[in-house]
């Protein structure tokens, strides 16, 4: 069993920068995949940007060039490096974990509010 934790998430002026993170409790060692997603206001659940255990990562073309994901096995940690923010950034941003069990099982955190506004 995994639980995520986002934490980093306020109101940050367009232009500026943020980190997210998100801690993994429980089993870390038995997660393929980590990932995070946004939902913005009247809008689908959407991927962000992924990282595998491996450390290959993939970006959506909107954030592509602003937005870095990486992770830090050692404390057991996923970050989420966001620059340049801009007001259609704004939503709540979610981590998500995917753990392999002969199908894909996913765990989700709470989410945490990113808000870029002057």
Same mark, same amino acid.
């Given at each position: 069993?995994?639980?995520?934790?986002?934490?980093?998430?306020?109101?940050?002026?367009?232009?500026?920068?943020?980190?997210?993170?998100?801690?993994?409790?429980?089993?870390?060692?038995?997660?393929?995949?980590?990932?995070?997603?946004?939902?913005?206001?009247?809008?689908?659940?959407?991927?962000?940007?992924?990282?595998?255990?491996?450390?290959? $990562?993939?970006?959506?073309?909107?954030?592509?060039?602003?937005?870095?994901?990486?992770?830090?096995?050692?404390?057991? $940690?996923?970050?989420?490096?966001?620059?340049?923010?801009?007001?259609?950034? $704004?939503?709540?941003?979610?981590?998500?974990?995917?753990?392999?069990?002969?199908?894909?099982?996913?765990?989700?955190?709470?989410?945490?509010?990113?808000?870029?506004?002057?």
């Amino acid at each position: 069993q995994v639980q995520l934790v986002e934490s980093g998430g306020g109101l940050v002026q367009p232009g500026g920068s943020m980190r997210l993170s998100c801690l993994a409790s429980g089993s870390y060692y038995t997660l393929s995949v980590m990932a995070w997603y946004r939902q913005g206001p009247q809008n689908e659940r959407e991927l962000v940007a992924s990282i595998t255990k491996g450390g290959k $990562t993939k970006t959506v073309d909107s954030v592509k060039g602003r937005f870095t994901i990486s992770r830090n096995d050692a404390q057991n $940690t996923v970050y989420l490096q966001m620059n340049n923010l801009a007001p259609e950034d $704004t939503a709540v941003y979610y981590c998500n974990a995917v753990e392999w069990r002969g199908y894909e099982h996913n765990y989700w955190g709470q989410g945490t509010q990113v808000t870029v506004s002057a």
